[in-house]
């Protein structure tokens, strides 16, 4: 095998291992100000999964599933988001919210 081919695995090898190492650190990042909540399962017509926050407010999220969130009822979890405003829900739970950051508390 000639160099070229050997700089060429080289160099995929590196990307490779940079993108295990950037997705690994966006999937562990602390939540700046997070709220702690937790994950309940409605029964209700038109909803679906709520976090309810330690006042007892409950948020609808518009994008839970943009992160790797085992969906099992009571799970614990640190979050920040921002209200949405234009957006109205059948399931009128909660607040509709995006997530900015989630992250699981064992």
């Known amino acids: 095998m000639n160099n070229t081919g050997n700089i060429r695995k080289v160099a995929t090898v590196s990307i490779l291992i940079s993108m295990l190492f950037l997705s690994a650190c966006s999937s562990t990042k602390k939540c700046?100000?997070?709220e702690m909540g937790i994950l309940k399962k409605l029964d209700l017509?038109?909803?679906?999964?709520?976090i309810e926050l330690k006042n007892g407010e409950r948020?609808?999220?518009i994008n839970l599933h943009d992160f790797e969130v085992p969906m099992k009822e009571g799970l614990s979890?640190?979050?920040s988001y921002n209200r949405v405003h234009e957006m109205a829900s059948i399931c009128m739970a909660g607040i509709i919210v995006e997530l900015s950051c989630l992250q699981i508390q064992e």
């Open 59 to 61: 948020l609808q999220p």
């Open 45 to 50: 017509d038109g909803c679906g999964w709520v």
């Open 77 to 79: 979890m640190s979050i």
């Open 32 to 34: 700046a100000n997070g």
